[in-house]
């Protein structure tokens, strides 16, 4: 991957176009050997099996140089062997990931992603993808562990406010731990599933008064 990583960012998954699309250029490249042998390597039939060679050597290039890479940040596509292209969806922008497959991609086990995003642009489609199942539920995963890291912090943030706010009034400091305590409980019965989105916030508003 030529895109650099930002501080923090970790590499989750990287996944390629389905290698389908090297099997024309691997067949063409061991017909145009096996054409040499019989008309002989010493006249003009080698010519033949290095260009084959040659276009298989930069077909797979190619396929490689192809990527869409999931970090804990965002996801990535990549392509271009002599340019470069680029295109970055960062998490807390993805609304939707889809995938389908037809019947050859479910057996080949490759297939077209879909990505919905705030973004004025709308859909961001990926085709040919090998995994797709796997490309979709590692961004769900993602965006799912970006989320409550946000949610984490801004518990933090909140608990350090109120202690700071404490600090300096008669018992100001307990109180404030006891409120930071709470809304640590708070948080981690939302993480668990006891609390819904809005019964975490109801109850977060009232421990904030």
């Known amino acids: 991957m030529r895109t650099p990583l930002q501080k923090g960012e970790e590499i989750l998954l990287v996944t390629h176009p389905s290698w ?10 061991l017909a145009a050997i096996v054409a040499s042998y019989f008309i002989g390597f ?4 080698w010519t033949l099996a290095l260009i084959a060679l ?21 996801v990535i596509d990549e392509s271009g ?10 998490l807390e922008k993805i609304n939707n990931v889809s995938y389908d497959q037809s019947l050859w991609g479910r057996i ?22 090998h995994g797709p ?8 995963l993602a965006q799912s562990e970006f989320k409550n890291l946000q949610l ?31 809304l640590e409980k ?8 006891i609390l819904t989105e809005e019964e975490y916030l109801r109850a977060k508003n009232r421990l904030l008064g």
């Open 152 to 182: 984490s912090n801004q518990a933090r943030q909140m608990a350090a406010a109120m202690n700071l706010q404490g600090i300096g009034t008669s018992g100001g400091q307990s109180s404030a731990q006891s409120v930071a305590s709470e």
């Open 54 to 74: 040659i276009y298989f050597f930069i077909v797979y290039m190619i396929w490689k140089c192809n990527i869409w890479v999931v970090t804990n940040l965002r």
């Open 42 to 45: 010493l006249e003009w039939g």
């Open 108 to 129: 080949f086990n490759y297939g077209h992603v879909e990505i919905q995003t705030a973004a004025e642009v709308g859909a961001t489609d990926y085709f040919n993808v």
């Open 133 to 140: 199942k796997r490309l979709k539920d590692t961004i769900t």
């Open 20 to 29: 389908i699309r090297l099997i024309g250029p691997a067949l063409i490249a």
């Open 186 to 193: 708070l948080f981690q019965l939302k993480q668990q599933g």
């Open 81 to 90: 062997l002599l340019n470069h292209y680029a295109k970055e969806s960062p």
